[in-house]
């Protein structure tokens, strides 16, 4: 049995933790007290995971108890708070702990990923987590599939015997890879929403689609990684169901974008996190850093600010 600490009370980390908590020995780490509380006396978070009971993990608001003997800390927090909180914890790490990484999302100023930014930090072992999972889909021990970076397959086995059979992983030695298909992902299902907003016909989806996963692929080369690094379930998998899904925020941002107003997209964005976004401002910086052509997220940046493009526009734009 481990000892694993997961860093962040939302849905995504309350479904990690409820998953493991059946084989291993299972803390949350939150910096407020009023969910600690809620989760403490309800065993549920309604806000985040609607109608999921939680089982008894312990919850702490102190990161020295919460990282004591941990030999896994999996970051489940937004992308914005990532390196910020890791530097709170740092002190408090163990030795022999290793870091998982199941935050997706690019440093706006430097196109970094969250496994550069905190290998800068820690000589401490890091692994990254990414799949084409919904945290309500997780908690509820549905079938999932995720890809998890690893410096060895060793290493990996380790942390596959912690999750249940329902959660299957698979191995990657490309850690980068894998963190900018966790959040460049987010960017084109933006667009797939705004082609569903837009009435696109399935024919023209399908093209889009298409050509979106050979704009993505390409994306990726021109950064470093491996043809293959699309193909994994944290490439092509999460693609495939973050972009057609309107469980997807990203996907319904994109509808906005299409259907509302500028005012209801304001408010959208005011009371929604959109990692999609935020992550287009970060891939524009890359393709201005390594002059990458990059026409799509041109289209896709001035679509943001309010500008109409028609599916026949976009798809000429994704075939030239």
């Known amino acids: 049995m481990k000892k694993i600490t997961i860093v962040g009370c939302g849905a995504y980390g309350l479904a990690l933790a409820t998953v493991l908590h059946p084989q291993n020995q299972v803390t949350v780490y939150t910096k407020f007290q009023e969910e600690k509380e809620e989760v403490e006396q309800n065993h549920r978070r309604d806000k985040v995971l609607k109608d999921v009971f939680l ?24 992308f ?18 290793t870091i998982v990484i199941a935050t997706k999302g690019l440093d706006v100023t430097t196109g970094k990923t ?116 699309i193909l994994t379930a944290a490439g092509v998998a999460d693609f495939y169901m973050t972009a057609e899904n309107r469980e997807s925020r990203n996907h319904t941002f994109g509808i906005y974008l299409a259907t509302k107003s500028q005012e209801e997209i304001s408010n959208y964005l005011k009371n929604t996190t959109v990692e999609g976004v935020t992550t287009l401002k970060a891939c524009l910086t890359l393709i201005e850093k390594q002059n990458i052509q990059g026409t ?25």
């Open 114 to 229: 969250a496994y550069e930014l905190l290998k800068e930090q820690t000589a401490l072992p890091i692994f990254v987590l990414s799949g084409p999972t919904f945290a309500q889909h997780l908690a509820t021990f549905e079938p999932a599939i995720l890809t998890v970076a690893a410096p060895s397959i060793e290493a990996y086995l380790t942390l596959k015997k912690c999750f249940p059979p329902s959660v299957f992983l698979e191995y990657t030695a490309s850690p980068i890879a894998i963190s900018y298909c966790g959040a460049v992902k987010n960017v084109f299902a933006i667009l797939y929403g705004y082609l569903v907003g837009k009435n696109a016909s399935a024919t023209c989806k399908a093209a889009i689609l298409y050509r979106s996963l050979q704009v993505f692929s390409s994306f990726l080369q021109k950064l470093g990684c491996s043809e293959e690094s």
């Open 296 to 320: 799509i997220f041109r289209i896709l940046e001035e679509l943001v600010k309010g500008k109409v493009y028609s599916p026949q526009e976009i798809l000429e734009a994704l075939v030239e």
């Open 80 to 97: 914005v708070f990532l390196e910020q909180t890791f530097l709170e914890i740092l002190p408090y790490l163990p030795a022999q702990t």
């Open 55 to 78: 089982p008894p993990f312990q919850v702490t608001c102190s990161a020295e108890e919460a990282m004591q003997g941990a030999d896994f800390v999996i970051l489940a927090i937004p």
